[in-house]
Nanobody
Framework: VQLQAFGGGLVEPGGSLRLSCAAS????????IGWFRQAPGKEREGVSC????????YYTDSVKGRFTIARDDTKTTVYPQMNSLKPEDTAIYYC?????????????????WGQGTLVTVSS
């Protein structure tokens, strides 16, 4: 069972990045998939998630209108598109899988974690 995150890097303020999260060893479509991030010295926070069934999506207030999340279960991949990036978006981003989108309210409820990918927003 494995989740792999891709797509981090350095981007200037106002720029865009598209992360991706690929699953192996389990059926991605059976789980809600989402992303947490952790900046230096800060708690890990839930950023966005998408449900397994009806396409319900959640975004934390600080990224609403800038980030979108979609899933392609045929390719076992979830894509968060991050636009209008700000320096405060700088963090390590972790993809995660849980039984329900409600589980993303607390990272202790996450069933599977991917390795982090670093996103740095700086000029």
């Amino acid at each position: 069972v494995q989740l792999q995150a891709f797509g981090g890097g350095l981007v200037e303020p106002g720029g865009s990045l598209r992360l991706s999260c690929a699953a192996s060893g389990f059926t991605l479509g059976d789980y809600a998939i989402g992303w947490f991030r952790q900046a230096p010295g800060k708690e890990r926070e839930g950023v966005s998630c998408i449900s397994s069934s009806n396409g319900y999506t959640y975004y934390t207030d600080s990224v609403k209108g800038r980030f979108t999340i979609a899933r392609d279960d045929t390719k076992t991949t979830v894509y968060p598109q991050m636009n209008s990036l700000k320096p405060e978006d700088t963090a390590i981003y972790y993809c995660a899988a849980a039984g329900s989108y409600r589980d993303f309210s607390d990272y202790h409820n996450i069933k599977y974690w991917g390795q982090g990918t670093l996103v740095t927003v700086s000029s």
